[in-house]
């Protein structure tokens, strides 16, 4: 076959129209029908482009102008959205940005599930979709023997001075900028990636939106901690709120955030929240929904999926500190979660006391190996809950879902692909996905969270 030559060359300045978004945001341009994806362009603009890669079948293009603009266009609030990778969509109006997720929900369903016909519902969005985040966790640096902390610039392990984030919530931002200035008069050192020398590596603030309680966890690269006593007393009397100090140790050359060992540097173990009308214990290494707002949506609407009348057994995948399996446990007759984090179930055991729900059990474990124990053992479940991270539900999992035949499966997803695929799989064993609730847990970023509906044919 004869190479057919890309029409546009590296560096080259075109005009371009833009005509989709891709899932990631970024606008695309045809040139005879070859497409180049920009960053921050909208479908209907016009814009000046710059082609900075060039691929066999696509390439990338800068925008230096938009020529005509969309009226979905909006000035972004935050000063380094276009040097943070953390948000990609700030330039978009909110109405935008849910329709553009609904559409990646269906493209992902039709494309990698093969599922034409299954209505996914549009996106349930936030009132204010900014503020939102109960967590934050930022790398520190030393920038001229300062301590500096922001996010990451895209790509890179750069990082960018910023004095606030407006999706993270404002307390957690004053707090992270306290606790750098407390650690930087302290004398505390800041990790050197590059050398792996120095101890201060990152800096994460947790509150509990209902209860307003703060965990600060202070990452070191080593296990001792010099000036420890006089930063816990400076952070206690800056923030009397803080109910949990946390010293963690990750000593690996590593992106990974946390380490193995935790310490308790002040106060408790853990914090706490409510979602509803269930109250949580959360720990430094546990899972926990980022958005609270939103979580009491998606968790309403993963219970209604299931359907429980009070009868039934219930099995919560993936479960985290027990949050799903708790809400469920309200409406069925017994729940079993598992997890692997271990942590995240001596929290689940916790919450489960400090509700007084006495009809759910909580296993630690990789999930697709309990099933299959719980399979041996004779376990049927009327309902099974899945929400893996974003590499879905193991191969060996969904083999022993479809062995189980419980009536319902209900599929909580923070990947639109891999849940398409996983529901491909169950649907060649026997199930149907009745429809697909998305629900926008992450404003301003292209991330997006669904619910699946699943029936045994
Ligand atoms: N349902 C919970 C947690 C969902 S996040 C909530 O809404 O809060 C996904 C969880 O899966 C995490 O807690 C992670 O630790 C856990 N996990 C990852 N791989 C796993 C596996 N193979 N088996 C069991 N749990 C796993």
New binding site residues.
Partial sequence: MAKIKPPVNKNETLELEFVDLTHEGSAVGKVNGYPLFVPYGLPGERAEVKVVKVKKNFGFGKLLKVLDQSPERIEPPCDVFYQCGGCQLQHMSYEMQLEMKQKQVQDALRKIGHLEDVPVHPVIGMEDPWRYRNKVQIPVRGVEGRLETGFYKKRSHDIIDMDTCPITDEQNDRMVEAVRRIAEDAGITPYDEDNHKGTLRHIMVRNGKETNEIMVVLVTRTDKLAFKDKLVEEIHKAYPNVKSIIQNVNSERTNVILGKKTKVLWGEEYIHDSIGDIKFKISAK????VNPVQ?KK??DQALDYANLSGNETVI??????????LFLAQQAKKVYG????PE?IEDAKENAKLNGIKNAEFFV??????MDWWKAQGLRPNVI?V???RKGC?EQ?LKAMLAMKPDRIVY?S?NPSTLARDLNILGEGGYVTKEVQPVDMFPQTSHVECVAQIELK
């Avoid at 546990?286 to 929904?289: A, D, N, T």
């Fill in positions: 546990s899972f926990y929904q979580t998606l968790y919560d995948s993936y479960c985290g500190i027990g949050t799903i399996s598992v997890e692997i984090v995240a474990g990789a999930a697709e190996k309990v809950v929400d893996p991270p193991d999992l909580v923070c």
